[in-house]
């Protein structure tokens, strides 16, 4: 920012934002534009953009909520194009007929929920039919942690500046902010060297997917060991033997009571009728999909030297300390009600503060932790590791099954090399992607997502 005139950045910014707005409208002379202004620079960008728009014709009226102390430049610059000025009490018909309305009310400054008027303002907006751009993220939200406390401005689209927060990625916050456009204002140079938050993208997990070699063969490739389903469920362990075998490894060695279902279906697994202790040659482990109550494979599993990926029933039968202590890497992969037990809160403290409930399971379990939902998020017991937020999920994948397939995917890649960070990162892509095409905007079912992966696959690494 030093090197740059003062106000470059704002102006960058507006100039992005204001283009961003003429897109969403059918034309901008002749439309009505209404500009939620606070009193800081998120403010000052709007009312900036919303100059732009009124030199282009349109009727902008600035609803200023602090009309002594809005940036004096800014508003300056509004009225000189033709702007108009209201205060809050005249706000409710401006937003009622408005084509578009700007959230200026508070960008990254502002902290702990809205005060009562802007509360007041973002209630009228939802009533009303106006398209709503949120300016560099929707007021209300927790900018750094994605929580919402109280009410937020819901918007259509949000235009954030330089860099995603992670409050546009993570939900709740994340639904406030319907689709996001990010301007390049140009801080890439000045942003810190480690994120808080990364979201891979198709090239970096096509760069993490293992690829087979004329030297690989299926033990090179990895063997990854199923331990999972019981007589009860024996379709949790058909489901990630499914996941597993389209995940990478050379080898899928299943364990478990549930032979007949498994070989019936996938006649290429490796069967051993022992507990993961003597199965044979295993690179990792996948224990506790549909275990029921047997504690036993899952602490066999925990005994070995190799990564072990926890999911479902084996996150409440495995021993905690032995989680803590062991010393080769271990995967938890529990939903927000499986967190909320190993974390001892309930689930719906998870869920309004997933990016804590994630790093705190991580630190606490010295584990990666990959926390399954409308967000996943997948954290490294380093606390220094940027957390990993994936973007390709979708809300048909939450049916049953779905988490079975995406541990033994997971389990599968860690079999191949991967680090647990990464494996569970590549895997959630993949199953997220697979969701989505599985599903093509219909119900869909585990088994259809596992089949649905290699698609995923080719469409990443092609
Ligand atoms: N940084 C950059 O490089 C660039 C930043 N840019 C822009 O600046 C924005 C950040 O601006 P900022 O720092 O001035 O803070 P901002 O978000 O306007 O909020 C502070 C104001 O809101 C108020 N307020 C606070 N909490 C509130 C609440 N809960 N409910 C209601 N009001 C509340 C608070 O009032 P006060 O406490 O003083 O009474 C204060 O006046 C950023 O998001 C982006 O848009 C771009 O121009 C590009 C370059
Ligand atoms: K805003």
């Known amino acids: 920012m030093a090197r740059l005139p003062a106000g470059a950045l704002m102006q960058r910014a507006a100039a992005g934002l204001a283009a961003a707005c003429a897109d969403a409208l059918p034309?901008?002379?002749?439309?009505?534009?209404?500009?939620?202004?606070?009193?800081?620079?998120?403010?000052?960008?709007?009312?900036?953009?919303?100059?732009?728009?009124?030199?282009?014709?349109?009727?902008?009226?600035?609803?200023?909520?602090?009309?002594?102390?809005?940036?004096?430049?800014?508003?300056?610059?509004?009225?000189?194009?033709?702007?108009?000025?209201?205060?809050?009490?005249?706000?409710?018909?401006?937003?009622?007929?408005?084509?578009?309305?700007?959230?200026?009310?508070?960008?990254?400054?502002?902290?702990?929920?809205?005060?009562?008027?802007?509360?007041?303002?973002?209630?009228?907006?939802?009533?009303?039919?106006?398209?709503?751009?949120?300016?560099?993220?929707?007021?209300?939200?927790?900018?750094?942690?994605?929580?919402?406390?109280?009410?937020?401005?819901?918007?259509?689209?949000?235009?954030?500046?330089?860099?995603?927060?992670?409050?546009?990625?993570?939900?709740?916050?994340?639904?406030?902010?319907?689709?996001v456009r990010l301007i390049d204002i140009g801080l890439a140079a000045t942003l810190p060297h480690t994120p808080a938050l990364e979201s891979l993208q198709h090239a970096d997990i096509a760069a993490l997917l293992p690829r087979p070699t004329g030297e690989s063969d299926k033990y090179r490739r990895g063997v990854v060991g199923i331990a999972a389903g019981s007589t009860r469920y024996?379709?949790?362990?058909?489901?990630?033997?499914?996941?597993?075998?389209?995940?990478?490894?050379?080898?899928?060695?299943?364990?478990?009571?549930?032979?007949?279902?498994?070989?019936?279906?996938?006649?290429?697994?490796?069967?051993?009728?022992?507990?993961?202790?003597?199965?044979?040659?295993?690179?990792?482990?996948?224990?506790?999909?549909?275990?029921?109550?047997?504690?036993?494979?899952?602490?066999?599993?925990?005994?070995?030297?190799?990564p072990v990926l926890l999911d479902a029933d084996g996150l409440r039968l495995a021993d905690r300390d032995t989680v803590r202590t062991r010393k080769a890497p271990t995967l938890l992969t529990p939903h927000a009600g499986e967190a909320a037990a190993l974390l001892g809160i309930s689930r719906e403290e998870v869920e309004a503060a997933r990016l804590t409930a994630v790093r705190e399971l991580a630190r606490r379990y010295d584990a990666t932790v990959l926390l399954k939902g409308s967000t996943t998020l997948i954290a490294a017991p380093d606390p220094d590791t940027p957390v990993r937020v994936n973007a390709t999920g979708t809300p048909w994948l939450a049916t049953a099954g779905s988490g079975d397939v995406l541990s033994g995917l997971a389990g599968s890649l860690l079999a191949a090399g991967l680090s647990p960070l990464d494996a569970a990162s590549a895997a959630a892509y993949l199953h997220g992607l697979a969701g989505r095409y599985a599903a093509d905007g219909a119900p869909t079912s585990a088994h259809d997502v596992a089949e649905a992966i290699p698609r995923a696959w080719r469409d990443i690494t092609t």
Not at 63 to 81: G, Y
Not at 147 to 174: Q, S
Not at 246 to 254: E, H, I, S
């Open 234 to 306: 024996p379709g949790a362990a058909v489901l990630a033997v499914a996941g597993a075998l389209r995940g990478g490894a050379g080898a899928v060695r299943y364990v478990g009571a549930a032979t007949d279902a498994v070989l019936a279906r996938f006649p290429e697994t490796l069967i051993s009728h022992t507990g993961p202790k003597k199965a044979g040659r295993v690179q990792a482990w996948v224990a506790g999909p549909g275990a029921a109550d047997d504690p036993a494979p899952v602490a066999e599993a925990l005994a070995t030297d190799v």
């Open 27 to 179: 034309r901008v002379y002749g439309s009505r534009v209404t500009l939620l202004t606070g009193s800081g620079d998120n403010g000052a960008d709007t009312l900036y953009a919303g100059a732009r728009l009124a030199r282009r014709g349109a009727s902008v009226t600035a609803v200023l909520l602090a009309p002594d102390r809005t940036h004096p430049e800014a508003l300056k610059t509004l009225l000189r194009a033709g702007g108009t000025t209201a205060t809050a009490t005249d706000a409710a018909p401006l937003l009622q007929h408005a084509d578009l309305v700007l959230d200026g009310i508070v960008g990254i400054g502002g902290k702990g929920g809205l005060r009562p008027e802007a509360t007041h303002l973002a209630g009228l907006l939802a009533a009303s039919p106006a398209t709503v751009v949120a300016v560099d993220l929707p007021s209300g939200i927790e900018p750094d942690t994605g929580e919402v406390h109280g009410t937020a401005v819901r918007a259509d689209l949000t235009i954030t500046f330089g860099t995603h927060k992670p409050g546009l990625l993570i939900d709740p916050a994340r639904a406030y902010a319907g689709s």
